[in-house]
Nanobody, 115 residues
Framework: QVQVVESGGGLVQAGGSLRLSCAAS????????IGWYRQAPGKQRELVAVIKSDDSTNYADSVKGRFTISRDNAKNTIYLQMNSLKPEDTAVYYC?????????WGQGTQVTVAS
């Protein structure tokens, strides 16, 4: 089994930065991809950024050039560095780990960007 726990959300002014962390534990060798999704009130959950086992990355068009996903394999942790934040980035951010058999979600962390 794999578990993920997010941290690092908060309140920031527009134009500011935040870094989210997602620590994975358990059978982390089973993870084929791990990344971030977000869900704003009244909207569907959407992909923000993902990093795969071959280190390739994908980003939502809305965050390209502003957000960077990275990982520290020694710590089994991924990060989402968010710069130039906008009010429309306000959402609950979820870490998601994929294995061949399942998808594991964290509890989410709130990011609020004030205008």
């Amino acid at each position: 089994q794999v578990q993920v726990v997010e941290s690092g959300g908060g309140l920031v002014q527009a134009g500011g930065s935040l870094r989210l962390s997602c620590a994975a534990s358990g059978s982390t060798f089973m993870i084929t991809a791990i990344g971030w999704y977000r869900q704003a009130p009244g909207k569907q959950r959407e992909l923000v950024a993902v990093i795969k086992s071959d280190d390739s990355t994908n980003y939502a068009d809305s965050v390209k050039g502003r957000f960077t996903i990275s990982r520290d394999n020694a710590k089994n942790t991924i990060y989402l560095q968010m710069n130039s934040l906008k009010p429309e980035d306000t959402a609950v951010y979820y870490c998601n780990a994929e294995t061949r058999a399942s998808r594991i979600w964290g509890q989410g962390t709130q990011v609020t960007v004030a205008s």
